[in-house]
């Protein structure tokens, strides 16, 4: 067999390994990773290399394995809770501090922990403190999203439609019927109008709105 194509073969392996590896979701990282050690796998076997073949194939049996055990706990039912956040609460402040680097793509930690906010709350998911949403009062009927933050681990849209969907009379019982976000960063805009959201332009300035 070609020996140049053998070894292209396994320097892809390598690259999908890599690559999975730098994944924050642990179901992406599964998947890749199932990709990259079954291609390693029969690349050891093709080049009749049988520990390595052998291990990669253990590899990828392993991944099936979690990402069986993972779809099945995604197919129970989650709960979900909504926890008001209290002024100064020095939990928040944890919080913030902790997940303050992927915080800075969505908003300034410093800023969050000095102002007060209209609307703020913890997101509970089967009692695990996923995510944090922070609102402020623009008119009468108008609340602006400054945070609407889940953790890596969580990050897979139900949360999302808990917040805006199943709990929208928490919005709505504060005399909230208009949401509207600005944003900038491309993969916070995917995930807003996968919520819902649509683009708006007022005054040359670009936001996103969500009524309820």
Do not use: C
């Not at 979701?25 to 599964?30: A, N, P, Q, T």
């Not at 992927?102 to 998911?125: Q, W």
């Not at 849209?157 to 808990?162: E, Q, R, S, V």
Request: net charge neutral; hydrophobic share 45%; charged share 25%.
């Amino acid at each position: 067999m070609n020996s140049n194509w053998l070894e292209w073969l396994g320097y892809l392996a390598s690259l999908i390994v890599l690559i999975s590896l730098l994944m924050s979701s642990i179901i992406k990282l599964r998947w890749i990773n199932l990709l990259g050690s079954s291609l390693f796998s029969l690349y050891g076997f093709l080049i009749g290399a049988l520990p390595v073949g052998l291990m990669n194939l253990g590899i990828a049996i392993i991944n099936i394995y979690y990402l069986v055990k993972i779809y099945n706990a995604s197919a129970k039912k989650d709960y979900f809770k909504i926890l008001t956040i209290e002024k100064n609460s020095e939990y928040f402040n944890h919080f913030i501090n902790f997940y303050k680097e992927g915080l800075n793509k969505f908003a300034d930690p410093s800023r969050l922990k000095a102002k007060t906010y209209d609307v703020s709350f913890y997101i509970l998911r089967n009692m695990v403190p996923a995510g944090v949403f922070l609102g402020s009062k623009l008119d009468e009927n108008t609340l602006e999203v400054e945070l609407d933050f889940v953790i890596p681990e969580y990050r897979d849209f139900k949360i999302g439609h808990f917040v805006y969907e199943d709990s929208r009379e928490q919005f709505l019982d504060k005399g909230y019927n208009r949401l509207i976000s600005k944003s900038s960063n491309e993969e916070h805009i995917v995930y807003l109008r996968k919520m819902g959201f649509e683009e708006k332009v007022e005054n040359g300035s670009k936001y996103f709105e969500k009524l309820i």
